[in-house]
């Protein structure tokens, strides 16, 4: 269906299938790094879905081959990219365990009110971001099994602007627990640039913690899950 879209799919250039797959060692960092085919599809996927999400004409998204089905259709190349590059454990820990150590410190400072030194965020803000790349919640989700599905995107897609969400909530004088969501805006809401309001809001779909009894996870048992997927090795003051 890629080649199509590219007007690679009967001989009119390289077909990327024929483009022998290759995992090798990235340059800068030494971890693996896909190369060959799925390099070139991902590229190609990645530059595609901005073009519809942009909003170009439809006769020049994709050359006028691309449409909402076929976007959704070739999105899983490039996830099976991130899942070349990052899925492996020790490559999704080795990035991923600095910015998820401080992220807990940040969200148990907020449950219990008291000071973590791990963490800038001030004591009772109520709301603190982190910003990253799409490959930061990528980590951040494979080291805690984490998946969802939003409309119009393939299974644990990453589309620009997503945000993977904790929070802290309580009932009454019980433990806090923590819920996690992912959002993000569907694709038809960010190609027509709609705005965002509390009665037209992005799509945000919970997310389940495997080792959690449920979507509401105690406080208590998100944190030995959450610490049990960082590697230590791998964090540093922040």
Known sequence: RLEEVLGCAHGECKQIRDDPVMI???????LPSTGGGL???VSAVDDLELEYL?????????WGRLDAATLQEILPLFHLGFEADRGEPYASRSEGSNV???????????ATGKTNAQTKAPRGVRFAAFVGHDTTIFEMATNLRLHWLLTGYAPDDLPPGGALAFEVRARGTGEPF????????TPEQMRAAQPLSLSS???????????????DCPLHIFDRVVTASI???FVFPW
């Open 24 to 30: 090798r060692e990235n340059a800068r960092g030494g």
């Open 39 to 41: 390099h070139v599809a």
């Open 54 to 62: 942009n909003g170009f004409p439809d006769a020049q998204t994709g």
């Open 100 to 110: 998820l150590y401080h992220v807990l410190a940040t969200i148990d400072e907020a």
């Open 178 to 185: 923590v819920d996690v969501y992912f959002m993000a805006q």
């Open 201 to 215: 809001p992005p799509e945000r779909v919970p997310v389940f913690v495997p080792g959690c009894p449920a979507f």
């Open 231 to 233: 590697d230590r090795s």
